[in-house]
């Protein structure tokens, strides 16, 4: 399995960007993935999931702003964000877990992760 992140960049505050997770070895298009963001110093938080059933879940900082479509021809699973905020940036890494049960749940912890991808939101 791998997972390469693309898009990132310097934008300011209250513009757009879009990160890109491209996967081999892996279907984007069942669930267990999360994105990630991580500031040197601090711990890494959680910002998006795509859930096992399809559904996706948002941290509260981010909700409303961020969204988590994938492309299933392409196996690209991307973090559309807007109205970014200088708190938004970060290194933001893709992950996902192995599929259990014949694909019908998710293992605990995160097995698969790329290189990261750096988001800087200047004011």
């Known amino acids: 399995v791998q997972l390469e992140e693309s898009g990132g960049g310097s934008v300011q505050a209250g513009g757009s960007l879009k990160l890109s997770c491209a996967a081999s070895?892996?279907?984007?298009?069942?669930?267990?993935m999360r994105w990630f963001r991580q500031v040197p110093g601090k711990e890494r938080v959680k910002v998006a999931a795509m859930r096992i059933d399809g559904s996706t879940l948002y941290a509260e900082s981010v909700e409303g702003r961020f969204t988590i479509p994938n492309d299933n021809a392409n196996n690209i699973l991307y973090l559309q964000m807007s109205s970014l905020r200088p708190e938004d940036s970060g290194l933001y890494y893709c992950?996902?877990?192995?599929?259990?049960?014949?694909?019908?749940?998710?293992?605990?912890?995160?097995?698969?992760w790329g290189q990261g991808t750096q988001v800087t939101v200047s004011s």
């Open positions: 070895g892996y279907s984007v298009s069942r669930g267990c």
């Open positions: 992950a996902a877990r192995r599929r259990l049960m014949g694909g019908s749940s998710c293992a605990k912890d995160y097995n698969y």
